[in-house]
């Protein structure tokens, strides 16, 4: 997929989320890159690259006190190689993506790795269902 043609369904992704989320976005950047960097993969130590597909790089909102200002831009990253190699067609990479962008918003907001793959998994679980 082109970067432009991704680069949009990014967008698309953020600007899906509800106000409420939206309107505290305003200090993060959110990027996009073909791969994770070795520092990014050092940090997190996945299995291998492939398995990154986001990024978040702040300071959560649950741990700013009252002298949090100043400050460089919180980051998050989307990577797009690992997302296009999971994918097989652009609905799968436009779902994916905004899997990924709101997983990462939701460390920015300050929810933790365990809880989120806890929801993760019972929204599968409630889809299943739903489909079976």
Same mark, same amino acid.
């Given at each position: 997929?082109?970067?432009?043609?991704?680069?949009?369904?990014?967008?698309?992704?953020?600007?899906?989320?509800?106000?409420?989320?939206?309107?505290?976005?305003?200090?993060?950047?959110?990027?996009?890159?073909?791969?994770?960097?070795?520092?990014?993969?050092?940090?997190?130590? @996945?299995?291998?690259?492939?398995?990154?597909?986001?990024?978040? *790089?702040? $300071?959560? #909102? /649950? +741990?700013?006190?009252?002298?949090?200002?100043?400050?460089? @831009?919180?980051?998050?990253?989307?990577?797009?190689?690992?997302? *296009?190699? $999971?994918? #097989? /067609? +652009?609905?799968?990479?436009?779902?994916?993506?905004?899997?990924?962008?709101?997983?990462?918003?939701?460390?920015?907001?300050?929810?933790?790795?365990?809880?989120?793959?806890?929801?993760?998994?019972?929204?599968?679980?409630?889809?299943?269902?739903?489909?079976?």
């Amino acid at each position: 997929m082109e970067r432009q043609r991704f680069e949009e369904l990014v967008i698309r992704a953020i600007e899906q989320l509800p106000p409420e989320f939206q309107d505290k976005l305003e200090n993060v950047d959110v990027l996009v890159e073909d791969w994770p960097s070795r520092a990014q993969l050092g940090r997190m130590r @996945p299995r291998d690259r492939g398995q990154l597909l986001g990024l978040y *790089e702040g $300071i959560p #909102h /649950t +741990e700013r006190g009252n002298s949090y200002n100043l400050v460089l @831009p919180d980051k998050i990253t989307i990577f797009q190689k690992p997302i *296009e190699a $999971i994918c #097989h /067609t +652009e609905s799968e990479i436009e779902a994916e993506i905004g899997s990924v962008v709101r997983h990462e918003i939701a460390h920015h907001f300050g929810t933790d790795e365990k809880t989120l793959r806890k929801l993760e998994s019972q929204k599968r679980r409630r889809t299943k269902r739903s489909q079976g």
